[in-house]
């Protein structure tokens, strides 16, 4: 450590690491021994010429102040050409160390720095290379007037840096001997990931970081065991940041604090990873299936109510999943094979005293410790455990207390409440620190923490509302912001809104309180309602404004299950009526499976509602039967739904149990009994005001006369159907509508009107985001580009859709995908690339049960007639034993 005096006020610091450093430790520990001495050599030098101090070394890392953001850069690229130019050992090759420059405010004591501003250039400089020099835009921006001559700065663009906070704006330094072919900066935009943002930086724990990265390079399963509030979820988010760089397929994670119904795990985590429900296949197998042989690591938080599910689960992943890494946090292991566990201890002193000064001066920027209050400062730190929840709730009453006066207030609520000796002594203190917070809160704040308790996960300003105004609280905003600030409420942006939770331990302290105060059945009848709202909402929204629901209860999700949930067991005609008004959002996202699972469990509680309540929840179910592919049980479901609509006398009800009828025996094959469903269901919906239900109806039984060939029939089918669509202004429909009029005259190879369709139809679907459609869309005009000879334009549209269905995972369209580049390659006459695709495409369609439709027909005669019968047999055969993910890759490589 320099004994020069460190620069204090405004400071601008130089982090540095060597790239690589432990690899070449290992292999040449004698020559690395000799290297690392000139590197030191190097940095001392350099950082003393331009009036630095070097505060701490840690390994090979540097870390130096110096006053001014100019001399940090000349340091930095006086080392970097000093490096570059140096004769360095033949064992260990060029030792090239990645540099990161930030400048602001900081805490120096005892010849140490602390504070956000050290945690941020830290993070800065892990995203950069081994050579490079990155910038805070702090650091560039004051040194736009005094940059050396010569040297400039290349706008790196904003970049998530591994603390998980917001996004830094970030430079590369570039002048004469410095290199500048990086590759992309080792950021969270790089590696594809869910990580939440944080709103506060990550601090201390470097160790158990350090010890927690070698533990994961070796083992697949580890869970961080510990008690509430001890910082496990933060912990785990930050290894995964830090470890983002090693999992090419990305780092994912799944929290199981609010999920209270064990059959939901694998559903949380499938939605975490991206991955979506495959009908009529469990969602662990699908789970297993999806994920393969990826690269990935999957972080489940908060397992600790769920531990057998998630056991059950992690066992066929990690055996069917060969590269997959597993990182649990709970208060218990849960006992798989191969876990490593490893329990997360308080924080060491020194990490206390840097989370609450950090803390701290987020209540009080001015925050200091008094020599007069060092006893009792002392005397707090070691109250508080170095539990991190503990220190966060202390320091947030800086802005009502003295350090004095929390010690001593501190003090006396540990009294009264450490009789407890149930728990272990920490979760004793935990608890009693939040007891402390807790009766410093106004008698309105205490009766809001205890209603907001009903919430499971995010839930926003409305929601709170509807369930604080219950409690009789008038003034929600106020309330809700004081418990906030006060650390008892966290919230966080999504998109422009904010949402709100409760942490685990938090929202079962509050739990507690509901309970004592007798009143958890209003508060969750309140939660119901508002949640069956918002259910209802998503049928009364024009098209346009659905997507905007269907985001809402996304981020609501787990609120919107545990209110069906309650429903189920208190009140079963309420429960009849939020599934059938939340079977839309299961439906538009897919999660065909879960909708399946809820409606047919209502079904089964609710044989004694009156037939009016019976009936649609019956055609509901039945959509979703089919779905998931049991038509027999879906047949009896449309049937009981006729009968219950028949006598209520309901005849829009009756033709669309007639069409979900219709839609059962058309997924079955049988058109003939498909089209007379469909013509009955039209026959009841004619003369009623449904034009919506009536333009689904009579498209369906247009793509019916489409198998059947009778070409003239569909295309007056589908005509209606689009009159009666564009009258509702239902976009996606109308769009839809307009796929099947240019398959019609695909077949009838009246291509330029197929192409005409297909681009307004395209236009509308990625307006309205519609992933699925976007790509049936493009595989068509694929096929269309291909029969007029643009064979560049059939490959960009065909590579779009093939990227798009292998997102979705939908072996429909994927087979679309592929089929538009058979028509490619028939166009181009390059017919055995083109029978080998064809002998894959045939092999995904008979394994999946789908038919071949429009588009493909045409080529086939073609590819057969210019090969051999047995060179074709054989292309076909090869084609059929392809692996689709690396056919999809190769396809992809060659646009």
Known sequence: METVPLPSGTVSFLFTDIEGSTRKWDAHPDAMAAALAAHDQIFREVTTKNSGAVFKTVGDAFCCAFARPL??????????????????????????????????????????????????????????????????????????????????????????????????HTFQVSGEGLRTDFPPLHSLDVVANNLPTQLTSFVGRERELHDLKALLADHRLITLIGPGGIGKTRLSLQLAAESIGDFKDGCWFAPLAGVEQPDLVPYVIATAIGISETPGQPIAETLVRDIGDKDMLLVIDNAEHLVAEVATLVRPLLVGCGHLAILITSREAVHVAGEQVVRISPLPVADREHLFFERARSVRSEFHVANSEMPAWTDLLQKLEGIPLAIELAAARLSTFTITQMDERLSSRLGLSSRDTTGAARQRTLRSTIDWSYQLLSDEEKRAFAYLSIFDGNFTLDACEAVLHAAGIENVEDVLQSLV????????????????????????????????????????????????TVATRGEKLDPKSRLDWLDAVDVEIGNVRSALAWSRTTDTRSAAEFGVSLSLYWQVRSHFAEGWSWLRQIVDDAETLPAIRMAPLLDRAAVFATMQGEYERARQLCNRACAAYEQTGDEVGLGKAIHALGVVEHRCGNLELARDSYARAIACLKDANVPRLLSTATANLAGVYIELDDLNRAEEGFAESLRLAESVGDLNLTSSILLNLANVEMRQHRVNRA???????????????????????????AIVAAQQKQTSAARGHAAEALRISSDLKSSPLLIKALEAFVQIAVSEENYRPAARLLGLTEALRRNSGIRREAGISDAVPTIKAALSFEEFKALSEQGAATSPEDEVAALLASV
Do not use: C
């Open 485 to 532: 600030e006060k650390s008892f409420v966290t919230t966080e942006l999504e998109g422009a809104i904010p949402f709100y939770s409760l942490l685990e331990l938090m929202r079962e302290f509050s739990r507690e309180r509901l309970e004592e105060l007798g009143e958890v059945d209003p508060a969750s009848r309140a939660h119901f309602n508002h949640y069956l």
């Open 71 to 168: 001399d940090a850069l000349n340091a930095s690229i006086d080392a970097q050409r000093r490096l570059s130019s140096y004769g360095w050992p033949t064992e260990t090759g060029e030792v090239r160390v990645r540099m990161g420059i930030h400048t602001g405010t900081a805490i120096e004591r005892d010849g140490d720095y602390f504070g956000p501003t050290l945690n941020r250039v830290a993070r800065l400089m892990s995203i950069a290379h081994g050579g490079q020099i990155v910038l805070s835009a702090a650091t560039a921006s004051l040194l736009q007037s005094s940059t050396p001559r010569g040297v400039s700065f290349i706008d790196l663009g904003q970049h998530r840096l591994k603390d998980l906070s917001q996004p830094e």
């Open 755 to 781: 192409e005409s369709l297909l681009l307004r139809a395209l236009e509308v679907k990625r307006k309205l985001r519609n992933a699925a459609d976007t790509a049936d869309a493009l595989a068509m005009l």
